[in-house]
């Protein structure tokens, strides 16, 4: 199976856990690497700074109509759900979702939506149960459903919650998961950068 694109959720303890991913995935990665992070709605830029500390990857705040490009690692932006449609990402202010927004779910049923079987998700560290069921959506389309063993996250509800909603998902340490998510093969090729 190739995949087209992987949706990461977490909240809290994120921030820890996705410097952990980012800083451990090839440089070499093919896949886009979409990120919705719980915050304050007025956070900033803060979030993509700090994982591009760790990563060797161009990390971004996703902006509406955004193309969605192989290789990259884009970051919901605060106080906006974070849509996938077809080559793009739309921003959204509608209504929070289980009081958040960005929401987990909204994202996750949106890739399960656009990529089907060709979409990954991955639940990590958290303190509720957002995500859960667009994971389980996910799954449900044939794709890949990956969740931080939950011993090993700061906040094990988020990813409990979600091995709860979809049994079947891959119950991994956060080296495992980076590993994992290289191992993948894409859709598309990277194509190489001329210069």
């Known amino acids: 199976m190739a995949y087209e694109i992987v949706v990461v959720?977490?909240?809290?303890?994120?921030?820890?856990?996705?410097?952990?991913?980012?800083?451990?995935?090839?440089a070499d990665f093919a896949l886009p690497l979409v990120i919705v992070q719980h915050r304050h709605k007025r956070s900033g830029q803060l979030l993509p700074s700090l994982l591009q500390d760790r990563a060797r990857l161009c990390v971004c705040e996703t902006e509406d109509k955004?193309?969605?490009?192989?290789?990259n690692i884009y970051v919901a932006p605060a106080d906006y759900h974070l849509l996938i449609e077809d080559g793009h990402f739309a921003l959204s202010?509608?209504?929070?979702?289980?009081?958040?927004?960005?929401s987990i779910d909204v994202t996750f049923m949106s890739a399960a939506d656009r990529y089907g079987e060709h979409s990954v998700g991955v639940v990590l560290t958290g303190?509720?149960?957002?995500?859960?069921?667009?994971?389980?959506?996910?799954?449900?389309?044939?794709?890949?459903?990956?969740?931080?063993?939950?011993?090993?996250?700061?906040?094990?509800?988020?990813p409990a919650a979600a091995l709860k909603s979809?049994?079947?998902?891959?119950?991994?340490?956060?080296?495992?998961i980076a590993a994992t998510l290289a191992s993948l093969p894409p859709a598309r090729a990277r194509q190489p950068e001329i210069g």
């Open 66 to 71: 955004a193309p969605i490009e192989p290789g």
């Open 127 to 158: 303190a509720n149960a957002d995500g859960a069921r667009g994971l389980k959506r996910i799954y449900d389309r044939g794709g890949l459903a990956l969740v931080q063993l939950p011993e090993s996250a700061e906040s094990p509800a988020m």
């Open 9 to 26: 959720g977490t909240s809290w303890g994120g921030l820890a856990a996705l410097r952990e991913l980012a800083g451990a995935l090839p």
């Open 93 to 102: 202010t509608d209504e929070p979702v289980r009081y958040s927004r960005p």
């Open 166 to 176: 979809v049994p079947q998902a891959r119950a991994l340490r956060i080296d495992a």
